[in-house]
Nanobody, 123 residues
Framework: QMQLVESGGGLVQAGGSLRLSCAAS????????MAWFRQAPAKEREFVAS???????YYADYVKGRFTSSRDNSKNTVYLQLYSLKTKDKAVYSC?????????????????WGQGTQVTVSS
């Protein structure tokens, strides 16, 4: 079992930055692939970024170059640094974990999810 708790969301102006954190507990964090998804009102959940146990990262095209995922295994925490935020980045951002994921963009294949943190970007 793994519990995930996100933090760091908030209100920011377009062009601003935020750092989201996802703290994990209850399992061997370092073995897990961690990912970030987001869901805007009335829209489908979409993949944002992932970071594997070996620090390999992958980003959705719409955030590539603006968002950066990292992890600190000593703190059982994964981060998502958001730069150059746009109004269309407004969403609830959730982290997810899987020890066996193959296709990192497939939400249903993740075993554990956090409750999400709201990111709001004003124009």
């Amino acid at each position: 079992q793994m519990q995930l708790v996100e933090s760091g969301g908030g209100l920011v102006q377009a062009g601003g930055s935020l750092r989201l954190s996802c703290a994990a507990s209850g399992s061997t964090f370092s073995c897990y692939t961690m990912a970030w998804f987001r869901q805007a009102p009335a829209k489908e959940r979409e993949f944002v970024a992932s970071i594997r146990w070996n620090l390999s990262t992958y980003y959705a095209d719409y955030v590539k170059g603006r968002f950066t995922s990292s992890r600190d295994n000593s703190k059982n925490t994964v981060y998502l640094q958001l730069y150059s935020l746009k109004t269309k980045d407004k969403a609830v951002y959730s982290c997810a974990a899987s020890a066996t994921i193959v296709e990192v963009t497939t939400a249903v294949d993740y075993d554990y999810w956090g409750q999400g943190t709201q990111v709001t970007v004003s124009s």
